[in-house]
Structures are given as C-alpha cells and as structure tokens.
C-alpha cells in the first residue's frame, strides 16, 4: 500500500500538466456513504470495565466486531497549492454509531481525458478518532489514506466517489484499520 501511493504521489509530481495549476480555487465537499465496508475489526468488550486487551480484562477476550454503519464527511480544500500541485485540506468524518474523525492532510489533482474532466485525487491525513459504538481501532491518534475519483463539470463542481482507509499505523494496543467508500459532491468557491 505504501509503495502504491508512493507511485501515485511521484506520477503527480512529474507528469501532470499545466491544467492542474489553473486549479488555485477551494473547494468545499460533503459527503454520504459506507463506513467499515469491508468488515474489520476484533476489539470491541463486553465489559464493563472498558479497553480490550485480554490481559486487562482478566483474560476476558475481546469479541468480533463486523458491522457498516452510515458515514457522514465534510472536507474543505484550501485555494493554494504547494509545490504546484499538492494542496492542504481539513476534514471530518462521522458515522451513525458515534464514532467521529477530524483530521488534516494533502492532496492534489491528477487529470484525465482531453476534457481534463475525470479527476483522481490522491491523499493522505492524520487526525483525532473517538470511538463511539463504532469499531476501535486502538488509538486515538489515526492515518487515512485514499483518494477520490470525479468527474468534474464546466462549472468546477465535481460528482464522484473516495475510498478511503483509516488505520493507526500499529501505534495502538491494536490495529484493525476501517475502509469507507464515500459518495461527494464539492463546490469551488
């Protein structure tokens, strides 16, 4: 996974044209889709006491967790690009069991077709994960990794889909990760 989007990172880099440094506009995104689908995760007790690792517990071992839930998300990229095509964005993401993620990162555009109208959007953040009745990924402090794919109108507004993947980088007691695949549409301003 690192080297893949190492690949994407050093292709935006060298071989993107001159159309993406036309792109010095924010954009404002919201997002619906489906948090967990591929149906990670191991860690959530059944007890009262709290936290998951067995020998905290007594020996009580930690249950599957394999449910989706509903994902809300709301990113706002900055108007300025850095090093010419890579450009800062916050976001937040929650989901209808309570978990919530706030984070901070870089993307940038690469575009396709001649109408330069289908939009791949690599990125990758860090930030703040609460659990709520969601999977526990073992920290608080948590990666994504992903990107979106788009189809950009005459009007700037794009339509299209991110996937996504959040995971702790084994940091935490444990690691699980989430996906998420998030339908978005983004308006410049």
């Known amino acids: ?39 990670n995760g191991y860690s959530r007790c059944e007890t009262a006491q709290g936290g998951c690792d067995p020998s905290s517990l007594g020996g009580v071992a930690p249950v599957e967790y394999k449910d989706d839930s509903l994902g809300y998300n709301i990113e706002y990229f ?34 396709f077709l001649k109408c330069k109208c289908l939009v791949v ?28 794919i788009t189809y950009k109108f005459k009007n700037n507004v794009r339509v299209g889909v991110g996937i996504f993947h959040i995971s702790n980088a084994s940091i935490g007691s444990s690691n699980p990760g989430a996906e998420q695949a998030i339908f978005k549409y983004q308006i410049p301003f």
């Open 78 to 111: 900055g108007p300025k690009n850095f090093f010419k095509y890579i450009k800062p964005f916050v976001g937040f993401l929650g989901t209808s069991k309570n978990a919530i993620y706030s984070y901070f990162g870089l993307s940038g555009d690469l575009f």
């Open 121 to 148: 959007t690599p990125s990758l953040a860090s930030g703040w994960y609460i659990d709520g009745d969601e999977i526990k990924l073992g920290h608080h402090i948590e990666f994504r990794s992903g990107g979106d």
């Open 1 to 39: 996974m690192k080297n893949f989007l190492l690949s994407i990172i050093l292709l935006q880099l060298f071989f993107l044209n001159s159309a993406a440094s036309s792109e010095n506009e924010a954009r404002f995104s919201l997002g619906v889709g489906i948090y967990n689908f591929m149906k």
